[in-house]
């Protein structure tokens, strides 16, 4: 599934993320391919907000239509 | 830097070419410039939103100069902040590392670049006192031991662990580099060359003339996993209950909660700077103050040299006196919507809370063909559309910033421009002035969607980094607002000057009602308004809360009130907003939008004086 799918309090690894330039700019903030991280909130058509520890981070709509995760358990 | 001329002192000290340089280096929002302002002793802006610090700061640490850089994520070129802090890197003799140990695991990459890179480094391990209230215990030695550099605790606002800082950093030393990084450096280049060229930095593959080896993803990614590992190992939970701070940033971006909240604080500056600044504040400044004692005085004064009906004294303090309007206008009116406005600012910035609202809104600024990031600009234009034009550059693509510096110099106006604009509108009552709020969003929404529509290519997306909300400091954002409201009106004044003595030149010359005669078919006959509102709109080139002003004498009735302020609003922006546009878009794109910002203005006050006649 895609991450703009999923609900608030699920966690998941992230598969890949189909968008080089935002790629390299989540390595930065801490999310890979690869890492563990939460859903926190989903903004109705709007951004997806994403919890990896202590640290929020949003991502825009489409942006996150592009990105490929599946579900684990929390 | 960047917004040099109009806003943000930069406190700098001349140092011997030859001094140390000691570089602070760090994310946004870790508390880089309180570190900064403990070790040098200067104060400096704490601002916590990036991207509006690229001001650089410089001071003295006995005979180590130290310097400032933008927050950033790492070292490259991905936006102008990026590319300040990557200059001054390269330049460092002595690398400060502040990392914000509620964060450790995001911070770790940038850390371990600079690592890599070969710089003698010193890991400033700050907020400490907010990682203890979320929670978290950090292994201070283990984690220097992993990063082979002195790792200092700090808590930089309240001054612990500065001392330890200062004496570490004379030892600083050269870290342990990520060993897929080490292993691949070419033995021919400086350290620091090889691991940029490693990463394919544009910039030093022309400089060193040899291609990138393609590797700067997987660079990225080893960098990563280590700091993950790190992180893993020297972080423990100690409670896993959200702080307070963490629950009310949830309730900000809550699809409901966040939406009333925001309400709330947009429905809280209403009442202050609408309302009570707008009107009572500004009944005593600009009636009284001004107009009861600091006119006439003045006039008197004047009057005693030169007759005040001269041409000299029409000048100094006729109708659009240099010094008796300017001033007044200046200083009872300007001065406390101004300082009102960017204490809104000063507390929306350091409290965390503006990034939030860029979230909130992305869904709505995605039909502009933006991102929710422009809402900094676009709030900022509220304060000064020059100053926000210029942060424009923070946007991913060049077709969100010609959207971005099309729609500030259209539909937002700058905050001396909404002072006269609220006055004139507020008497009117709260529905003149949601009319003109609901109108603006409307040609705001429409110029956008048409612009995204038309232009080619596509906008980028949403990703930022969300800050903890934080109480925000009263010192810093009483001085941060006091700041900006100065160089605001540094800024401001010399146009204020140059329009008034240009329209008294021209007013007692007769060009004026020359020219008020001539435009009278725009003016009369499609707008719907006074011959002299062409006066206003004439001003209007040099500043456009100038032109505003000038509407405010006018005896107006109320459909013609909101008429001219709308058409004044939409109307060219003043002079330095539009040599900025000219150098940040080029002059095509730049005389295009200034003259569409003219067209479109008439052409929508008529249609709009058509509708409310009707």
């Known amino acids: 599934m895609t991450l703009d799918q999923t609900k608030p309090g699920q966690t998941f690894l992230i598969r890949s993320i189909d968008d080089p330039r935002a790629r390299l700019a989540a390595i930065r903030f801490g999310i890979a391919e690869g890492s563990r991280a939460a859903c926190q909130t989903v903004l109705p058509g709007g951004p997806v907000v994403v919890r990896k520890g202590k640290q929020e981070m949003a991502l825009g709509r489409s942006l996150a239509h592009r990105i490929t995760v599946e579900l684990v358990e929390g | ?614």
């Open chain 2, 1 to 614: 830097m960047a917004q040099a001329h109009c806003h943000g002192p930069n406190p700098s000290v001349d140092l011997p070419q030859q001094a140390t340089k000691v570089v602070l280096v760090g994310n946004p929002n870790v508390g880089k410039s309180a570190v900064f302002h403990a070790l040098t002793g200067i104060y400096v802006e704490v601002s916590n939103y990036p991207g509006t610090t690229v001001d650089v700061s410089s001071g003295r640490m006995g005979d180590l100069g130290i310097y400032d850089t933008p927050g950033v994520y790492g070292v490259s070129s991905f936006n102008e902040e990026e590319r300040v802090a990557r200059a001054m890197i390269l330049e460092a003799d002595i690398v400060v590392n502040v990392v914000d140990a509620a964060h450790l695991n995001r911070d770790l990459f940038l850390t371990l670049q600079i690592i890599d890179m070969g710089f003698p480094v010193v890991v400033a391990l700050n907020l400490m006192d907010e990682a203890r209230v979320n929670g978290l215990a950090i292994d201070v030695e283990r984690l220097s031991a992993e990063l082979g550099v002195e790792v200092i605790p700090t808590v930089a606002v309240r001054g612990e662990g500065i001392a330890e800082l200062k004496a570490a950093i004379k030892r600083a030393r050269r870290g342990r580099p990520t060993p897929e990084v080490a292993s691949r450096l070419p033995g021919d280049l400086p350290q620091v060359d090889g691991v940029l060229w490693l990463e394919d930095d544009p910039e030093t593959c022309t400089r060193i003339g040899r291609e990138g080896p393609g590797l700067q993803e997987e660079i990225y990614r080893a960098r990563r996993r280590r700091a993950d590992e790190i992180a893993e190992r020297v972080i423990s939970e100690t409670t896993a209950g959200a702080s307070l701070s963490a629950r009310l940033g949830r309730l900000a971006l809550h699809p409901l909660g966040g939406l009333v909240l925001m309400a709330a604080f947009l429905l809280v500056m209403y009442q202050v700077l609408g309302v009570w600044v707008a009107q009572d504040v500004v009944a005593v400044t600009e009636e009284i103050w001004m107009g009861e004692y600091y006119v006439p005085w003045m006039t008197d004064l004047v009057g005693r040299f030169i007759p005040v009906e001269s041409f000299l004294g029409q000048i100094l303090v006729g109708e659009f006196g240099l010094l008796t309007m300017t001033v007044a206008y200046l200083v009872g009116l300007l001065l406390p919507l101004v300082l009102g406005f960017y204490l809104f600012l000063a507390l929306a910035e350091d409290s965390g809370y503006l990034p939030r609202v860029a979230v909130l809104v992305d869904r709505l600024m995605t039909v502009v063909g933006l991102n929710g990031r422009a809402i900094i600009p676009t709030i900022l234009g509220f304060g000064c559309v020059t100053m926000a034009t210029v942060t424009t550059r923070l946007m991913g693509t060049q077709r969100e910033r010609t959207i971005a510096t099309f729609l500030l110099s259209l539909a937002i106006p700058c905050s001396a421009q909404l002072a006269v604009i609220t006055v004139m509108l507020v008497p009117l009552g709260p529905a003149y002035l949601f009319t003109f709020i609901g109108v603006l969003l409307l040609v705001y929404g429409a110029a956008g969607a048409v612009l995204n529509r038309i232009l080619p290519g596509e906008s980028s997306d949403l990703l930022i980094d969300l800050p903890p909300l934080r109480l925000p400091r009263m010192k810093n954002v009483l001085q941060k607002t006091f700041l900006k409201a100065r160089s605001f009106l540094a800024e401001a004044w010399i146009f204020f000057v140059v329009g008034a003595l240009l329209i008294s030149i021209l007013d007692q010359t007769g060009a004026l009602a020359a020219m008020s005669g001539a435009l009278a078919p725009i003016t009369e006959g499609w707008l719907g308004l006074p011959r002299d509102a062409a006066q206003a709109f004439i001003m209007g080139f040099v500043r456009r809360d100038f032109g505003a002003a000038g509407l405010f004498n006018m005896a107006l009735d109320a459909h013609q009130t909101m008429v001219a302020v709308l058409t004044i609003t939409l109307f060219t922006p003043c002079i330095a907003s539009i040599m900025i546009m000219f150098k940040e878009r080029g002059k095509g794109q730049g005389a295009a939008i200034w003259l569409a910002d003219i067209v479109l203005a008439i052409l929508l006050g008529g249609l709009f004086h058509r509708i409310l006649v009707w």
